[in-house]
């Protein structure tokens, strides 16, 4: 089984300010892991992901995560928050061997980010 | 836009109407899904069609009955729905085979059932 946890409901971070969004993740195989952003009336826009190689992965608006494979963990981090980042976050995660639901993606339950001027 | 539509955006019906959700993707991605988004829940993977096969969650209701014609296109039809049906149903696609895997979501059909 895959599965991923948000363990915060919400973060709250001035604006200027470094952010960081928690995800961490349990699957058998090697993990793809993935970060998506929901604006409201939106659908899921896809920010960034991990499938080899290095550990920091950059991804869209500044966005940049961080795999560690010893602490399970896939933490979204951006160095300087904006108003505008504030949104819904979703960390995702598949196996990399085909399960019984195909290829399809594990969502966490989301992190609201509020950022404040 | 990510280069997947979905119409309509907003719906609302009763609980004996029949209705169908349409979803397209120009991506040219060979797997497309449905989920169902709940207020403070998380994203329920409903169905998924990848590579022309069918993979179903066994916790779906038979009221929801998707429908892949073919790699660009994908529908739910609906019927005899609930309350607690009332959701943002979302469309996304993939391609499998390939170095990407992240999915490409529409914009959702915010669907009410009065």
């Known amino acids: 089984a895959q599965s991923v946890a948000q363990p915060e409901d919400q973060v709250n971070v001035a604006e200027g300010n470094p952010l960081t969004v928690k995800c961490t993740y349990s699957v058998s195989g090697n993990p793809y892991l993935f970060w998506y952003v929901q604006y409201p009336n939106r659908g899921l826009q896809f920010l960034l992901k991990y499938i080899t190689g290095d550990n920091l992965v950059k991804g869209s608006y500044g966005f940049e995560a961080e795999f560690n494979k010893s602490q399970t963990s896939f933490h979204l981090k951006k160095p300087s928050a904006l108003v505008s980042d504030s949104a819904l976050y979703f960390c995702a995660v598949r196996d990399n061997q085909r399960s019984n639901s195909g290829y399809a993606l594990n969502f966490g339950k989301g992190t609201s980010l509020l950022v404040t001027p | 836009e990510t280069g997947v539509t979905q119409t309509p955006r907003h719906l609302v019906m009763g609980m004996t109407n029949k209705k169908s959700l349409k979803c397209e993707q120009h991506?040219?991605?060979?797997?497309m899904y449905w989920y169902k988004q709940s207020a403070k829940k998380p994203l329920e993977l409903m169905f998924v069609?990848?590579?022309?096969?069918?993979?179903e969650n066994n916790s779906v209701p038979s009221r929801f009955s998707p429908e892949c014609p073919n790699s660009s296109h994908l529908f739910l039809h609906l019927h005899t729905l609930q309350p607690e049906d009332s959701a943002l149903y979302l469309c996304?696609?993939?391609?499998?085979?390939?170095?990407?895997?992240?999915?490409?979501f529409g914009p959702g059909t915010r669907l009410t059932v009065t």
């Open positions: 991506l040219g991605h060979n797997a």
């Open positions: 069609y990848s590579l022309e096969e069918r993979v």
């Open positions: 996304a696609s993939s391609q499998e085979r390939g170095m990407t895997y992240e999915q490409y």
